[in-house]
């Protein structure tokens, strides 16, 4: 008995770590379910999971004989050399999780192999009932009622029972996105929320964030110096209004990292206003020897050997689908695979992993650590009030009664497919005249287009601009009087590296003795900037992201070159200027001036005819 004391209390201390909130109860079943080979899920919470999570799965199951194992901390089937914990795919929680959970609800396990009997299993704050026959559907159901019912303190850590669930949702949001040809459904006091078919990634998406989504984004699959990048980006005229719509994924592992986060945030920089966020789900596979996914196992972030090439692969390849995407607000955004990423090869620097913060016993260990350790626990005989409790266990399946909505959005999609934009021929808009000199007004069948003339010429002039300094032939503007700028000795050593990119877009700058460097000729689209000030922001990131970011810089620098250049709002533009604009445009009025604010906007004939109350 004492025994079996001692380890109750070792089980709870061991929950504080990994089990504190229904989130990671759910988080831990749903890996196991996936780890048992299941292409069904079915989580079901009630009362934000402190009441109940119920995650049923059709994967491999558990044998009979196996069922008290799989409650003693340690004890796992999943056998794993010391080499596998430095990958992604094998964090896990040391064969405790179940145990974990057990120690802290009353749980209920039900469990059939193919061609077996079901055989069900449950304890009370981890003490451990009878092995029943039971019955069942080929796999595994996992029932946790009255989470922390035996740790008080614990229980009032909680949040809201809104907010847990909503955690808990946030969460099967990605595991939909993460997996899936798995088919999962979820439910929130027994209604659907989220429910997915296993039938690839467009549908996924569908599913957690609705077609109308999937629609706004452009599909990517890129690879890069050896890392491959997939999965979605909201476009130009898609944006949210915090970062909470950014899931990425690396090595199939969700996590929030800096150094993505910036490069992508940097790369739609010329896209989106201020406070605008990028909509993006990204899967980044890299080698697992320059990743280090140890920070700590409840934390979502992962270390990379070298931060400077994870961000400019991510920069480049997103900043390349934009910059060569722009498309009208309702066009459909084809999947489109980036063009031909470079080749480049580069040699990637491995990391020095953390020490990893598991070791997981074999599952004959863990059998023999059982027949040592638990018998006065197989031997005890439980008091009979704890079976009547456990009945209320009975399984409630849950009929999918929302399964319309889901289907439609499926109809939905491939209806999408099917459906084909095109851009709008310039040939076809007729020009209808102009607006407080600032806004053209273009018609086309039932539709009419105004254009912000400002925001049009600029972002053409920018683009003319970038593709100049991208195709890395800009042109040279000499400078009358070379400008010398003098700097310290750090500052200098990094300078000088950036010499070659500095002069591939149109600089002239070599070094000038001491720890100069002599500024001859600047880009001609870079005409009249302030070499100072510009300079000084390339020193002021000097620690960061170095080249890539040099490469924001300039996109910076086009930017106002373009702003300062196109006419303004209020300039009167002739007929046949504006009518060459709209050319220019090649019809596409999804365009945003460089600083994210939209060109075209477009209004149907039906939506004037409701402002006059000619329809309803
Ligand atoms: P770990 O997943 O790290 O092995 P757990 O405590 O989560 O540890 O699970 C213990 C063991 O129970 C697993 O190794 C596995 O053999 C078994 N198990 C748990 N959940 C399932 C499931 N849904 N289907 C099949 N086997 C399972
Ligand atoms: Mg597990």
């Not at 596409?588 to 939506?607: F, I, Y």
Request: glycine fraction near 6%; charged fraction near 25%.
């Amino acid at each position: 008995m004492i025994n079996v004391l001692t380890k109750e209390i070792y089980n709870k201390i061991a929950a504080g770590e990994v089990v504190d909130r229904p989130y990671s109860v759910v988080k831990e079943l749903v890996e196991n379910a996936i780890d048992a080979g299941a292409s069904e899920i079915a989580v079901e919470i009630e009362v934000g999971g402190k009441k109940s999570v119920r995650v049923r799965d059709n994967g491999a199951g558990i044998p009979k004989e196996d069922l008290p194992l799989a409650y003693l901390p340690h004890a796992t089937s999943k056998l794993k050399s010391a080499e596998d914990l430095f990958t992604v795919a094998t964090l896990g929680f040391r064969g405790e999780a179940l145990a974990s959970i057990a120690a802290v609800s009353q749980m209920k396990i039900i469990s059939k192999r193919k061609g077996q009997n079901a055989y069900s299993l449950s304890s009370e704050g981890g003490l451990l009932g009878e092995v029943r026959e039971a019955a069942g559907a080929d796999g595994t159901e996992v029932c946790v009622e009255n989470l922390f019912f035996n740790t008080p303190a614990r229980l009032k850590f909680l949040k809201s029972d809104a907010q847990e669930e909503g955690d808990v949702s946030n969460m099967m949001s990605r595991f939909l996105l993460s997996h899936p040809e798995i088919a999962f459904t979820y439910s929130v006091n027994g209604k659907i929320k989220l429910r997915s078919f296993g039938d690839g990634l467009d549908a996924a998406l569908a599913a957690v964030y609705g077609a109308e989504t999937v629609e706004k984004c452009y599909g990517i699959s890129a690879e890069k110096h050896g890392i491959r990048i997939h999965g979605y980006l909201g476009n130009q005229n898609f944006s949210k209004p915090n970062r909470s719509y950014q899931s990425l994924f690396v090595n199939g592992r969700y996590v929030v990292n800096q150094t993505v986060g910036a490069a992508v945030t940097n790369a739609y920089a010329t896209y989106l206003m201020k406070r605008q966020f990028p909509f993006y789900v990204l899967f980044l596979e890299v080698p697992s020897e320059i990743v280090d996914v140890n920070v700590h196992p409840n934390k979502a972030d992962v270390r990379f050997a070298d931060n400077q090439i994870i961000y400019g692969c991510v920069y480049s390849v997103v900043s390349s689908v934009l910059d060569g995407n722009s498309r009208a607000l309702e066009y459909l955004a084809p999947k489109n695979d980036i063009r031909e990423a470079t080749h480049e090869e580069i040699v990637l620097p491995k990391i020095e992993k953390s020490a990893p913060v598991l070791s997981k016993m074999s599952y004959e260990e863990a059998k023999k650590e059982l027949s040592f350790d638990v018998s006065p626990l197989g031997g005890r005989t439980p008091a009979p009030k704890l079976y009547e409790e456990n009945e209320k266990f009975t399984m409630k399946v849950n009929a999918p009664t929302e399964g319309d909505a889901f289907e439609e959005n499926r109809a939905y999609l491939l209806e999408r497919e099917k459906k084909v934009q095109e851009k709008i021929d310039p040939a076809t808009l007729s020009y209808k005249g102009e607006l407080f000199h600032t806004f053209l007004i273009y018609e086309i069948g039932d539709e009419a287009y105004f254009i912000d003339q400002h925001a049009a010429h600029e972002r053409l002039i920018y683009n003319r601009l970038r593709s100049r300094t991208e195709a890395r032939e800009p042109l040279s503007q000499p400078m009358l009087v070379p400008f010398v700028l003098n700097v310290n000795s750090e500052e200098y050593a990094f300078l000088i590296r950036q010499l070659p990119v500095l002069n591939e877009i149109g600089f002239e700058a070599e070094e000038f003795g001491g720890t100069s460097v002599k500024v001859s000729a600047v880009p001609a689209d870079l005409q009249g900037i302030d070499l100072e000030a510009f300079f000084a922001e390339v020193l002021s990131s000097m620690e960061s992201y170095n080249g890539i970011k040099l490469a924001d810089l300039v996109k910076d620098k086009l930017a106002s070159a373009a702003c300062k250049a196109a006419v303004k709002g209020g300039e009167r533009l002739t007929d046949d200027e504006a009518k060459s604009l709209i050319r220019e445009m090649d019809g596409d009025m999804g365009l945003r001036c460089p600083h994210g604010r939209p060109v075209a906007v477009k209004m149907k004939k039906s939506e004037f005819e409701k402002l006059f109350k000619r329809i309803v």
